[in-house]
């Protein structure tokens, strides 16, 4: 994540953009951000730069800046998707996010319980024990229990020896994050949540490709649950 006065511009413009409040066909002027935001030109024109990549704005001369469709947006994107989680759209984004899990995630553990390596299967199942302790001792909406989360989906992803499945570990990490943040995540997970991981490390351990995905599978589709029963409309 970017840090500094470009960051916090950047995140600014970010946020506005996904709550709604620049509009598509919106135009913009860097005088104008600059003005809003406090920040000079360089910091702004880096900010708007970083946004053009996102596919979040275009700037044309005689034009300006303009504030494009959410469907021109890098929807796989880190930043665009810690945006969104931040706005009105939440509910949407972490459904969505949860479709992509449920379609890649079980054929990740599928491939993985035949391509991972010894030591990739240790760190799953190492990881998997860790959550489970972190849970059982009510420390399940922790910082610590995200990030042994997030380790262990990006793990599995990485686990799969497939290099497109393995760049989908920023947009996992973010939705895991995500949900942490926004208080959606249980301090005792609903029983046998936490088996669950264990599940899934101990069939790619021990190299059982159907296991292993139907294991992920059914995981997911409890957390998918969970999320649509908590999340607010």
Known sequence: MVQGMHGDVLDAIGRRAAAGA??????????????????SRTVVREAVR????????????????????????????????????????????????????????????????????PAQRDELRALAERLRDLGLTGRADSDEFMEADVDFHRALLRASGNPQLAALEGPVSEELRGRTRLGLHPRVPAPGTLDEHLSVALAIAAGEPDDAERLSRAHLLGV??????????
């Open 50 to 117: 970083v946004l053009e990549s996102l596919g979040i704005l275009t700037s044309r001369r005689r034009v300006g800046i303009t504030v494009q469709p959410r469907e021109q947006w890098d929807a796989l994107a880190p930043a665009v998707i810690r945006w969104n989680l931040a706005g009105p759209g939440r509910r949407q984004q972490l459904e969505a996010l949860m479709e992509l899990r449920v379609a890649v995630e079980p054929t990740a553990a599928r491939l993985a319980a035949t391509r991972a390596t």
């Open 224 to 233: 998918w649950s969970e999320i649509a029963e908590a999340s607010p409309a």
């Open 22 to 39: 620049l509009a598509p066909g919106d135009v913009l002027t860097l005088a104008q951000l600059e003005a809003e935001h406090g920040a």
